[in-house]
């Protein structure tokens, strides 16, 4: 199917920028060019935001409704936040709407959590900005700008399953697979390329 190629081609690109040591920082569906239609060729593009995993990482890097967590917690990242924008861009290819909308980072973390499960300690502890949104008992939390009241957010709990309308199995695992919360449980580009839904037969 198209999907599949784009992706494999999506983690070809990433695969040979990472093994440069080179870290995109700004995946999205603008950055993703199509070559040719008929043969669903595409390139990646826009490397303007683009850094080597050498580099003092900068804390403010992704389009947000595709900026993993350990980048909006202000931990350590890696190229692994390349893979994560890639499972946003693939939910949203499919619906056609933005897995995790742009409407303020609290809810963003609200929906990652709802959707995929709670962030691990350990993120949260390593994270510069892990106190802007939660609380000492890592609740989550914005302050209203109305009332200056803090008010608790609370994620409703669903899956991708629920909430993408897609019967695919296959594909629904492999979105899971590159949407690991947890950078460490996240594919390298290398690795999701070997996920048996890139070569399942349409």
Request: overall charge negative; aromatic content about 10%; hydrophobic content about 40%.
């Amino acid at each position: 199917s198209d999907l599949q190629a784009i992706a494999r081609q999506c983690l070809e690109a990433l695969d040979y920028l990472h093994g440069l040591g080179i870290i995109h920082c700004d995946l999205k569906p603008e950055n993703i060019l199509i070559k040719n239609y008929g043969r669903c060729e595409i390139k990646v593009i826009d490397l303007g935001s683009s850094c080597f995993q050498t580099d003092n990482l900068c804390l403010y890097v992704q389009s947000r409704s595709y900026r993993a967590p350990e980048v909006i917690l202000g931990s350590p990242y890696d190229p692994k936040i390349d893979i994560w924008s890639l499972g946003c861009i693939m939910a949203e290819l499919y619906s056609g709407e933005v897995l995790f909308p742009n409407d303020g980072i609290v809810m963003l973390l609200a929906r990652m959590i709802g959707l995929l499960g709670p962030i691990d300690l350990e993120m949260l502890l390593q994270g510069q900005e892990t106190h802007k949104y939660f609380t000492k008992e890592y609740d989550l939390y914005h302050i209203n700008e109305d009332t200056n009241r803090v008010e608790f957010i609370i994620p409703e709990h669903s899956s991708l399953e629920q909430h993408l309308p897609v019967s695919d199995d296959g594909f629904i695992d492999f979105l899971n697979y590159l949407l690991q919360i947890n950078p460490r449980q996240r594919p390298t580009a290398e690795e999701a390329l070997k996920h048996p839904w890139l070569s399942f037969p349409y």
